[in-house]
């Protein structure tokens, strides 16, 4: 079963405008989310996190939005540049009694076009 | 560059053969995972390591799979008698745990194989 889904295979945005991908999860357990961003013949980069105790957290361009109720998760990227263009990757982890392995959604490829 | 490390790149191996891959993660972590990822898919969990301690398996890990971190520093995975279905992106990430921190875990750039 697909516990984290991202269902936007892909996404196209002009430079400069916002980029919002979608994740969504079913396992309420899981308390802790990642956003990855990977080129290819590269590993994923981590970019940004966010704890099940908050609703959102932000770094320079990129924030991050948790809707627990919905078991829903967000990244925005504000504003969106060439160099954004990748394929981004939703994870989540169950920290408190495990061993925090992430499971992935399946990816949605961003372009931006300048 | 003091990031996490995977030798090698790419493999091409022909079915039936043993192939190893190799790790090395930032120096201070203690944690070190192995995922798999083919195309389309994000990658998916195999097993990990708590320093020395191999603390969990994926169903995934059939037999024919082995992962060894000796010394709590580098680890190695080994597929035995290699299937066409094993051809994947095999990618090694690391973390620092202790407390509340270190959830993020790093990647490397992982060995693809190719298996005729």
């Known amino acids: 079963d697909q516990q984290v889904k991202q269902n936007s295979p892909s996404l196209s945005v002009q430079e400069g405008r916002i980029s919002i991908l979608n994740c969504d999860y079913t396992n309420s357990m899981f308390d802790y989310f990642l956003w990855y961003k990977k080129y290819p013949a590269e590993g994923p980069t981590f970019l940004i996190s966010i704890s099940s105790i908050k609703d959102k957290n932000e770094d320079g361009r990129f924030t991050v939005f948790l809707n627990k109720s919905a078991k829903h998760l967000s990244l925005h990227i504000v504003p969106s540049q060439p160099g954004d263009s990748a394929v981004y990757f939703c994870?989540?982890?169950?920290?408190?009694?495990?061993?925090?392995?992430?499971?992935f959604g399946q990816g949605t490829e961003l372009s931006v076009k300048p | 560059d003091t990031g996490v490390s995977q030798d090698p790149r790419h493999k091409i191996t022909k079915r039936g053969q043993n192939v190893t891959f190799r790790c090395d993660p930032i120096s201070e972590h203690n944690r070190l995972y192995w995922y798999r990822q083919t195309l389309g898919q994000g990658p998916e969990f195999l097993t990990y390591?708590?320093?020395?301690?191999?603390?969990?398996k994926s169903r995934l890990l059939s037999d024919r799979f082995s992962a060894e971190r000796p010394k709590g520093s580098f680890s190695t995975l080994e597929i035995q008698r290699t299937e066409q279905g094993d051809s994947a992106m095999y990618l090694c990430?690391?973390?620092?745990?202790?407390?509340?921190?270190?959830?993020?875990?790093?990647f490397g750039p992982g060995t693809r194989l190719t298996v005729t």
């Open positions: 390591f708590q320093n020395e301690a191999q603390l969990e």
């Open positions: 994870a989540a982890s169950v920290m408190r009694n495990q061993g925090g392995k992430l499971i």
């Open positions: 990430a690391s973390s620092l745990r202790s407390g509340t921190g270190g959830r993020e875990q790093y």
